[in-house]
């Protein structure tokens, strides 16, 4: 099998939640630890940094990837789901696996794997490890796929733990509280190993207390004590902030949440570098890495589709937003922007509150009511209807590409084109690759 046909397979053979939904999901690890088992235990080969959240954990990762790589480290970059190419969730120091690798890991081992009839992120999981043993990283930042107490990637003991923030999402699988998906959530906290919070309420904080106390684990909760004190929007993109430990920092990620995750992650640094091993840091990063990584994510390690500015006339956002927790920043933001006309591109995927996202869209925008090419697409007739109960007014396109170029060639220089509602939107939108 060639490179397109090796992952047709996995795609097609394993269960895919972001094509099928629930069927893909398995409870328990017993399938991780057998891969795990097969192939030596490779994650006990290098430092881990685990993140898990409902938002905001891809933003977070992909920052603390590139901080660590401007300090010189040799980094594994663990994320999902991908935007255009299997690939872009298994990078070394920015660059994806290998397509030669994807095809050798397929028929090298598929005799053993086969039989257990793994799910795909399982395999997926598997061969992102073993990849970064092979490549012998130094450490690796490994974002959680859903959930976190059941999830394949929970076999790791990392350095430090990181909760970004808890809202509603994936409720079949987690619960129907916030409470519930908390403790979800926080099955990531290991013994001894400290675990970062960034946002709580009243229901999820005292579900992170008694779970860190229960494993002797230091909690700091990056909201008590910020280490992010000011931000603004850059002109040029991006944003400024004036930080209580790190001086000024600009960051190129685009995005009001993006507040909150560089409060997060810049508490969870400060746990990090004040951890030592026989009388020395566990990592050595200085402000200069920090000043680099956060000014240089995307190009650092190909961080897509976060606030993402792909033309200037008329401007083009895209962003991969797609629960009410993500969207009550998205749509405040969209809202603030000065322009002649808002024009939203909008589509959804079946497990998701669209009544709730869509409560929050503005109502003089013009949309264009879309699906992404994904099985657990909303179909667009229903999204359109939707659309109309929530007094929004836009005509359907069956694909992304059509409603993307109908908005564009509709649009004039100065008004303002919205891509999102769903990470399979975005990568329907990048996949198209002409702006």
Same mark, same amino acid.
């Given at each position: 099998?060639?490179?397109?046909?090796?992952?047709?397979?996995?795609?097609?053979?394993?269960?895919?939640?972001?094509?099928?939904?629930?069927?893909?999901?398995?409870?328990? &690890?017993?399938?991780?630890?057998?891969?795990?088992?097969? #192939?030596?235990?490779?994650?006990?080969?290098?430092?881990?940094?685990?993140?898990?959240?409902?938002?905001?954990?891809?933003?977070?990762?992909?920052? &603390?990837?590139?901080?660590?790589?401007?300090?010189?480290?040799?980094?594994?970059?663990?994320?999902?789901?991908?935007?255009?190419? #299997?690939?872009?969730? =298994?990078?070394?120091?920015? +660059?994806?696996?290998?397509?030669?690798?994807?095809?050798?890991?397929?028929?090298? @081992?598929?005799?053993? #794997?086969?039989? &257990?009839?793994?799910?795909?992120?399982?395999?997926?999981?598997?061969?992102?490890?073993?990849?970064?043993?092979?490549?012998?990283?130094?450490?690796?930042?490994?974002?959680?796929?859903?959930?976190?107490?059941?999830?394949?990637?929970? =076999?790791?003991?990392?350095?430090?733990?990181?909760?970004?923030?808890?809202? #509603?999402?994936? $409720?079949?699988?987690?619960?129907?509280?916030?409470?519930?998906?908390?403790?979800?959530?926080?099955?990531?906290?290991?013994?001894?190993?400290?675990?970062?919070?960034?946002?709580? !309420?009243?229901?999820?904080?005292?579900?992170?207390?008694?779970?860190?106390?229960?494993?002797?684990?230091?909690?700091?909760?990056?909201?008590? !004590?910020? @280490?992010?004190?000011?931000?603004?929007?850059?002109?040029?993109?991006?944003?400024?902030?004036?930080?209580?430990?790190?001086? /000024?920092?600009?960051?190129?990620?685009?995005?009001?949440?993006?507040?909150?995750?560089?409060?997060?992650?810049?508490?969870? *640094?400060?746990?990090? *570098?004040?951890?030592?091993?026989?009388?020395?840091?566990?990592?050595?990063?200085?402000?200069?890495?920090?000043? @680099?990584?956060?000014?240089?994510?995307?190009? $650092?390690?190909?961080?897509?589709?976060?606030?993402?500015?792909?033309?200037?006339?008329?401007?083009? %956002?895209?962003?991969?937003?797609?629960?009410?927790?993500?969207?009550?920043?998205?749509?405040? /933001?969209?809202?603030?922007?000065?322009?002649?006309?808002?024009?939203?591109?909008?589509?959804? %995927?079946?497990?998701?509150?669209?009544?709730?996202?869509?409560?929050?869209?503005?109502?003089?925008?013009?949309?264009?009511?879309?699906?992404?090419?994904?099985?657990?697409?909303?179909?667009?007739? /229903?999204? /359109?209807?939707?659309?109309?109960?929530?007094? *929004?007014?836009?005509?359907?396109?069956?694909? +992304?590409?059509?409603?993307?170029?109908?908005?564009?060639?509709?649009?004039?220089?100065?008004?303002? +084109?919205?891509?999102?509602?769903?990470?399979? +939107?975005?990568?329907?939108? *990048?996949?198209?690759?002409?702006?």
């Amino acid at each position: 099998m060639d490179y397109q046909e090796t992952v047709n397979y996995l795609f097609n053979s394993y269960p895919v939640f972001e094509h099928v939904g629930g069927s893909a999901y398995k409870e328990g &690890l017993y399938n991780t630890h057998a891969l795990d088992e097969h #192939f030596g235990h490779p994650h006990d080969a290098y430092k881990t940094i685990h993140v898990a959240g409902t938002n905001g954990k891809g933003s977070c990762s992909h920052t &603390l990837a590139a901080i660590l790589q401007h300090a010189g480290y040799r980094v594994g970059l663990y994320t999902s789901p991908h935007l255009v190419d #299997f690939r872009e969730r =298994i990078r070394v120091n920015g +660059v994806p696996i290998s397509q030669e690798r994807v095809i050798d890991f397929v028929k090298q @081992e598929r005799g053993f #794997f086969e039989p &257990l009839h793994p799910s795909f992120f399982e395999l997926t999981t598997a061969l992102a490890f073993l990849y970064f043993k092979e490549q012998q990283v130094d450490v690796a930042v490994i974002e959680v796929g859903l959930g976190g107490r059941l999830d394949c990637t929970n =076999i790791i003991t990392p350095l430090i733990s990181i909760i970004t923030n808890i809202s #509603f999402d994936h $409720t079949q699988f987690l619960g129907n509280t916030l409470a519930e998906i908390a403790g979800e959530k926080a099955g990531i906290i290991k013994e001894g190993v400290p675990v970062i919070i960034g946002e709580t !309420n009243d229901e999820t904080r005292p579900v992170f207390v008694a779970k860190a106390a229960g494993k002797h684990s230091t909690i700091t909760f990056a909201e008590t !004590n910020p @280490e992010a004190l000011l931000s603004s929007e850059c002109a040029f993109g991006g944003r400024d902030y004036e930080t209580r430990s790190f001086g /000024q920092l600009h960051g190129e990620l685009g995005g009001d949440y993006q507040d909150k995750n560089t409060n997060t992650m810049l508490t969870a *640094l400060k746990v990090l *570098l004040c951890q030592e091993s026989q009388d020395a840091p566990l990592l050595s990063i200085s402000q200069n890495d920090i000043v @680099e990584g956060f000014a240089n994510v995307s190009e $650092t390690t190909g961080l897509m589709g976060r606030w993402q500015q792909l033309r200037q006339k008329p401007r083009v %956002v895209c962003d991969t937003g797609h629960n009410v927790g993500g969207w009550q920043y998205l749509a405040r /933001q969209i809202k603030a922007q000065t322009c002649r006309q808002l024009r939203i591109v909008f589509g959804m %995927v079946d497990d998701k509150d669209i009544n709730g996202v869509m409560s929050l869209l503005p109502t003089d925008a013009i949309y264009y009511w879309t699906q992404p090419s994904s099985k657990r697409a909303l179909p667009v007739a /229903q999204v /359109q209807q939707l659309g109309i109960a929530h007094d *929004l007014k836009g005509q359907s396109y069956p694909t +992304v590409g059509q409603a993307y170029r109908t908005a564009i060639a509709d649009a004039d220089d100065d008004d303002f +084109v919205f891509v999102g509602g769903s990470s399979y +939107v975005v990568s329907d939108l *990048l996949a198209i690759n002409d702006f």
